[in-house]
């Protein structure tokens, strides 16, 4: 959609060689111009430097204007010579992420979702670094160190991956999914501290089906019957499919 719109405002501005035609092909052109050889992430991303893309298509709409029309039709082929190198460039998600991490070495964000990406595909072993790096340089972070100690538990590794999902609540407090993971790996050693870890989870997340559905589990562990239904109840009544427990 945007080449094509992109075309019909460059075809428009060749025709009439007219400013605001032309500005509305630079509008989209800049935005649109693949950075491998004019890194401009910053005036794209970042909302306060829109007014200075807005100058910079109208100096090059204006200028559009007043150059030849060999010119202006060479700039509309260096546009699309570079928006299919870097269409090529970004033919996998991996890709994206790894392109935005050498054009914006400084960013965090790129890394994250090359990280989930990597997750999601199962491909722990190329995750991992990614998150003991963003660990080193930010160790205030919660996130890598919950996603890290997953990553520890698919490994076999369950007291690292315990000591881990401590470090990750002990930074986010409020990260409830790490918490649940923790009394997941604390059932099969210590029932009383998974239930209690359990309880923390639904402090942070009232009813929350995952967590009553397993705390019902670890109450029939411990031969509290009344307790167990009551929690495997609650969840069966959230979701009809949580019968496994109850």
Known sequence: ?????????AALGLATLHPI????FAWIFIPLLP??????PDPIMEQRLYFSVVGLSLGLGKAMALAPWWMSIGVVGVWAFLTWCRAWEWRSEENIWAASIRDGGRWDRPRINMAANYMRMGLYLKAKPIYEAMIRSH???????????YIYEKEGRRDLAMSTYRECVKRNPRMFQ???????????????AA??????VLQIRPYWLPALNRLGMVYALQGDWVQAEWHCRQAHEGDPKMLDYL
């Open 195 to 200: 239930g209690e870890t359990y309880q923390v």
């Open 139 to 149: 160790p205030q972070l919660g996130l890598p160190y919950s996603n890290l100690a």
């Open 1 to 9: 959609f945007w080449v094509c719109l992109t075309a019909f405002g």
């Open 21 to 24: 035609a032309l500005f509305v």
């Open 178 to 192: 790490a918490w649940y993971n923790l009394a997941i790996a604390l059932e099969s050693i210590d029932l009383q």
């Open 35 to 40: 950075y491998l050889l004019i890194p401009m």
